[in-house]
C-alpha cells in the first residue's frame, strides 16, 4: 500500500523529476552588511599580519648620475616593520561578489644600500614610508561538488602613491637616485607582492576558514542534517546569501523527500549581522528523518512512570474500565509502544512552528516468561505547537500538546470507552512522552555554523513558510 501511494502521488514520471531537481533551499543563510563588517574587521587584522610578513628581493642595477656617471646599487636585507590597513570595507557587487576597498594604508620597512661609482664604494641603511596604498580585491564565492563553499581573488589591484625615504649617507644626489629607484622598482615589487599575499591569504586561510562550513551535521547516530549549498553564494546590493539544501535525512538510508521546499520570502531586516531562515521543508523532513530511522518509537513501561505519578501500569487497573482483561490477562504487568504510523509533518506559519501528528498506542499485558500479548491499540491526534530558540549555536525547541483526541483502532480484549483513558494517556503524554521529546530538543540541532563563531543577541519571528533567526557574531580566535 506504501508503494501505491508514492506511485499515485508522483503520477507521471515527469511529475517525479519536477519534484526532486528543484533547487529551492530548505536554508538560507543571510550575511548582512553589519555582518560583512565584522568580518572586514577580522579578516583585515590577519591581512595586516600577513602583509607585514611579505619577503622581498635585493634589488641592483645600474644607472647613469649626472657629473658622477655609472653608479651600481643594491638594495638589500628589506624588511618590512608593519603594514597598516587603517581604512577598510567590504561591499556585496550584485551577481558578482564582495569588493573588499582598502584605502590609505601605509608600510614601513628598512633595509641596506651599497652604491659604487668610479672607484668608490659607500654603504649604509634607510627606512622608507610606504603611503596612500591602495588596494582592491574581488572575492568571488562559488560551490564545489560537495556543496562547500569556494572563494577565489579574480580581480586584484594595488597601487601605491607615495613613497619616502629616509637614508643614512653623505652623499646628497644618493637621495635623489635611491628615490627614483625605489619608485620605480620596489613600487612596483611591492604592487605586485601585495595581491600575491592577497590570492595566497585568501586561498590558505579565508578559504580553507570558510570550508569549515559543515555541510552535513551529524547530529547523532541515526540522524544528519544536509547544509551542502545548492547553488553558488549570491551577492545582492545588500547581503551575502548562501541557498542551503537545509534536510535532515537517516543516516542508515538517506531516501529523498517526497515534496520539494517552497521559496523562501525573506525578509529585509538588516539589524542583525546574520540571519537564518529555517523553511517548513527543514523542519517536515526532521519528523521523516526521525520516523524513518525509528527514533520516534517509545516504550513505556512501569518502572519508568515517575515515582510522583499515582498510576500503576497492569491489568488489575486497567480491567476497571476493560473487564475483559479481568479474566485474560489477571494481575500482570503492562507495557506501552508509542510510535508514528506516518512521519509528522510540520508546518511554520506566522503563530508559530505546529503539528498534528498521529500517534499509536499500542498497550500490551507482559507474561511471566517475558512475551507479550497484544491488547489494543489507541490512535492518538492533537495539536503540537513548538517554542523555538537558539543557545550555543543550535536551534532548540520545546514541545506543548494541546487537547489529545483518543480513538480505538484494534482491540483484542473487546470494545470499551476510550474516554476512560483520557486522562490516564494526558498523564503519559505531559509527565513521560513530552519531557522525553523535550530533554531531545533542548540539546538542539546545530545550525551551519563557520568554525569558532559564537551568536548573541538572538532574535526569533515566524513567517510564513519559514522561521527567522537573527543573531549578531562573535568570532573565538583560537587560544
Ligand atoms: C497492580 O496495581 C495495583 C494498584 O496499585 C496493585 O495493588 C497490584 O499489586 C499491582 N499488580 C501488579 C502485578 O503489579
Ligand atoms: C509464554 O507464556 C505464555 C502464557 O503462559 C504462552 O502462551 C507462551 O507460549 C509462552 N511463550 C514462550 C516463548 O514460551
Ligand atoms: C487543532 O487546531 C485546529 C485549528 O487551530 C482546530 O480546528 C482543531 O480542532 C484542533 N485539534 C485538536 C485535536 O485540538
Same mark, same amino acid.
Given at each position: 500500500?506504501?508503494?501505491?501511494?508514492?506511485?499515485?502521488?508522483?503520477?507521471?514520471?515527469?511529475?517525479?523529476?519536477?519534484?526532486?531537481?528543484?533547487?529551492?533551499?530548505?536554508? @538560507? =543563510?543571510?550575511?548582512?552588511?553589519?555582518?560583512?563588517?565584522?568580518?572586514?574587521?577580522?579578516?583585515?587584522?590577519?591581512?595586516?599580519?600577513?602583509?607585514?610578513?611579505?619577503?622581498?628581493?635585493?634589488?641592483?642595477?645600474?644607472?647613469? @648620475?649626472?657629473?658622477?656617471?655609472? =653608479?651600481?646599487?643594491?638594495?638589500?636585507?628589506?624588511?618590512?616593520?608593519?603594514?597598516?590597513?587603517?581604512?577598510?570595507?567590504?561591499?556585496?557587487?550584485?551577481?558578482?561578489?564582495?569588493?573588499?576597498?582598502?584605502?590609505?594604508?601605509?608600510?614601513?620597512?628598512?633595509?641596506?644600500?651599497?652604491?659604487?661609482? *668610479?672607484?668608490?664604494?659607500?654603504?649604509?641603511?634607510?627606512?622608507?614610508? @610606504?603611503?596612500?596604498?591602495?588596494?582592491?580585491?574581488?572575492?568571488?564565492?562559488?560551490?564545489?561538488?560537495?556543496?562547500?563553499?569556494?572563494?577565489?581573488?579574480?580581480?586584484?589591484?594595488?597601487?601605491?602613491?607615495?613613497?619616502?625615504?629616509?637614508?643614512?649617507?653623505?652623499?646628497?644626489?644618493?637621495?635623489?637616485?635611491?628615490?627614483?629607484?625605489?619608485?620605480?622598482?620596489?613600487?612596483?615589487?611591492?604592487?605586485?607582492?601585495?595581491?600575491?599575499?592577497?590570492?595566497?591569504? !585568501?586561498?590558505?586561510?579565508?578559504?580553507?576558514?570558510?570550508?569549515?562550513?559543515? !555541510?552535513?551535521?551529524?547530529?547523532?547516530?541515526?540522524?544528519?542534517?544536509?547544509?551542502?549549498?545548492?547553488?553558488?553564494?549570491?551577492?545582492?546590493?545588500?547581503?551575502?546569501?548562501?541557498?542551503?539544501?537545509?534536510?535532515?535525512?537517516?543516516?542508515?538510508?538517506?531516501?529523498?523527500?517526497?515534496?520539494?521546499?517552497?521559496?523562501?520570502?525573506?525578509?529585509?531586516?538588516?539589524?542583525?549581522?546574520?540571519?537564518?531562515?529555517?523553511?517548513?521543508?527543514?523542519?517536515?523532513?526532521?519528523?521523516?528523518?526521525?520516523?524513518?530511522?525509528?527514533?520516534?518509537?517509545?516504550?513505556?513501561?512501569?518502572?519508568?512512570?515517575?515515582?510522583?505519578?499515582?498510576?500503576?501500569?497492569?491489568?488489575?487497573?486497567?480491567?476497571?474500565?476493560?473487564?475483559?482483561?479481568?479474566?485474560?490477562?489477571?494481575?500482570?504487568?503492562?507495557?506501552?509502544?508509542?510510535?508514528?504510523?506516518?512521519?509528522?509533518?510540520?508546518?511554520?506559519?506566522?503563530?508559530?512552528?505546529?503539528?498534528?501528528?498521529?500517534?499509536?498506542?499500542?498497550?500490551?499485558?507482559?507474561?511471566?516468561?517475558?512475551?507479550?500479548?497484544?491488547?489494543?491499540?489507541?490512535?492518538?491526534?492533537?495539536? !503540537?505547537?513548538? =517554542?523555538?530558540?537558539?543557545?550555543?549555536?543550535?536551534?532548540?525547541?520545546?514541545?506543548? =500538546?494541546?487537547?489529545?483526541?483518543?480513538?480505538?483502532?484494534?482491540?483484542?480484549?473487546?470494545?470499551?470507552?476510550?474516554?476512560?483513558?483520557?486522562?490516564?494517556?494526558?498523564?503519559?503524554?505531559?509527565?513521560?512522552?513530552?519531557?522525553?521529546?523535550?530533554?531531545?530538543?533542548?540539546?538542539?540541532?546545530?545550525?551551519? *555554523?563557520?568554525?569558532?563563531?559564537?551568536?548573541?543577541?538572538?532574535?526569533?519571528?515566524?513567517?510564513?513558510?519559514?522561521?527567522?533567526?537573527?543573531?549578531? !557574531?562573535?568570532?573565538?580566535?583560537?587560544?
Amino acid at each position: 500500500m506504501g508503494m501505491q501511494s508514492v506511485a499515485v502521488a508522483c503520477g507521471a514520471l515527469t511529475l517525479c523529476l519536477a519534484l526532486t531537481t528543484a533547487t529551492n533551499p530548505g536554508f @538560507v =543563510v543571510r550575511i548582512t552588511q553589519a555582518g560583512l563588517d565584522y568580518a572586514q574587521q577580522q579578516a583585515i587584522a590577519s591581512l595586516e599580519k600577513k602583509l607585514a610578513q611579505l619577503r622581498l628581493p635585493d634589488i641592483s642595477g645600474d644607472s647613469r @648620475v649626472l657629473r658622477v656617471g655609472k =653608479v651600481h646599487y643594491e638594495l638589500s636585507r628589506l624588511r618590512l616593520r608593519d603594514f597598516h590597513l587603517p581604512y577598510s570595507r567590504i561591499t556585496p557587487i550584485s551577481n558578482k561578489g564582495l569588493q573588499v576597498s582598502i584605502s590609505n594604508a601605509f608600510a614601513e620597512l628598512d633595509g641596506d644600500w651599497r652604491v659604487k661609482f *668610479l672607484f668608490i664604494r659607500d654603504h649604509g641603511s634607510f627606512d622608507l614610508k @610606504v603611503e596612500n596604498i591602495y588596494i582592491k580585491i574581488l572575492l568571488r564565492l562559488g560551490s564545489d561538488t560537495s556543496g562547500k563553499p569556494t572563494i577565489s581573488t579574480p580581480d586584484c589591484s594595488a597601487h601605491i602613491s607615495k613613497v619616502r625615504v629616509l637614508f643614512s649617507g653623505k652623499l646628497g644626489w644618493l637621495y635623489n637616485l635611491f628615490h627614483s629607484v625605489i619608485e620605480s622598482r620596489l613600487r612596483k615589487i611591492l604592487e605586485n607582492k601585495v595581491c600575491d599575499k592577497v590570492a595566497m591569504s !585568501v586561498y590558505n586561510e579565508l578559504q580553507t576558514y570558510i570550508r569549515t562550513l559543515p !555541510v552535513t551535521a551529524r547530529i547523532d547516530n541515526k540522524i544528519g542534517i544536509d547544509y551542502s549549498l545548492v547553488a553558488p553564494p549570491r551577492a545582492t546590493t545588500k547581503s551575502l546569501d548562501a541557498d542551503l539544501k537545509g534536510e535532515f535525512y537517516s543516516l542508515a538510508h538517506r531516501s529523498p523527500v517526497p515534496f520539494s521546499p517552497l521559496p523562501l520570502a525573506f525578509t529585509s531586516d538588516h539589524e542583525r549581522m546574520v540571519y537564518f531562515g529555517a523553511s517548513s521543508y527543514f523542519f517536515s523532513t526532521a519528523g521523516i528523518a526521525y520516523h524513518k530511522a525509528g527514533a520516534l518509537v517509545f516504550e513505556i513501561t512501569e518502572a519508568m512512570i515517575p515515582k510522583d505519578v499515582e498510576f500503576k501500569l497492569n491489568t488489575s487497573v486497567f480491567s476497571a474500565f476493560i473487564p475483559q482483561l479481568e479474566e485474560k490477562y489477571p494481575n500482570m504487568p503492562m507495557k506501552f509502544r508509542v510510535s508514528t504510523p506516518t512521519a509528522p509533518f510540520l508546518t511554520v506559519g506566522e503563530g508559530g512552528i505546529s503539528f498534528q501528528p498521529i500517534v499509536d498506542v499500542q498497550a500490551y499485558a507482559i507474561f511471566p516468561n517475558s512475551s507479550l500479548a497484544p491488547l489494543f491499540l489507541l490512535s492518538l491526534t492533537g495539536n !503540537v505547537s513548538a =517554542v523555538i530558540n537558539v543557545r550555543s549555536g543550535r536551534i532548540i525547541g520545546s514541545l506543548d =500538546v494541546g487537547r489529545i483526541r483518543l480513538s480505538l483502532k484494534d482491540s483484542a480484549v473487546g470494545t470499551f470507552q476510550v474516554r476512560m483513558m483520557q486522562s490516564l494517556i494526558n498523564i503519559l503524554t505531559s509527565n513521560m512522552l513530552l519531557p522525553r521529546l523535550n530533554a531531545r530538543l533542548d540539546e538542539g540541532f546545530p545550525l551551519p *555554523l563557520l568554525d569558532r563563531i559564537q551568536l548573541s543577541n538572538i532574535l526569533v519571528r515566524f513567517h510564513q513558510n519559514f522561521l527567522l533567526l537573527g543573531a549578531d !557574531v562573535r568570532f573565538q580566535p583560537r587560544r
